[in-house]
């Protein structure tokens, strides 16, 4: 996989203790992807990145109960968290 494109990198620690990388736009902020080593050949990309309203619904939902109340997860994905 090639990722192209201007990406500015922040690194936190998760909540497993394993680092993970998220790149951000360096124009507006907005987080585009984000990796994690115990997974070297996935990158992640943000739902939101996507602008198409006929984009398919997600099919996991992750941390789910740390999402901000205006956040609306629809469809019915599988919830993990």
């Given at each position: 996989m090639r990722i192209s494109g201007e990406h500015t990198d922040w690194e936190r620690?998760?909540?497993?203790?394993e680092v993970r990388t998220f790149s951000f736009c360096p124009t507006c902020g907005t987080t585009v992807f984000y990796r994690s080593p115990s997974q070297p050949d996935l990158v992640a990309v943000a739902l939101?990145?996507?602008a198409d309203p006929s984009f398919p619904s997600p099919r996991f939902s992750v941390w789910e109960?740390?999402?901000?109340a205006w956040v609306e997860v629809r469809?019915?994905?599988e919830r993990l968290g």
């Open positions: 620690i998760s909540d497993a203790g939101g990145a996507f109960s740390r999402k901000h469809g019915d994905p």
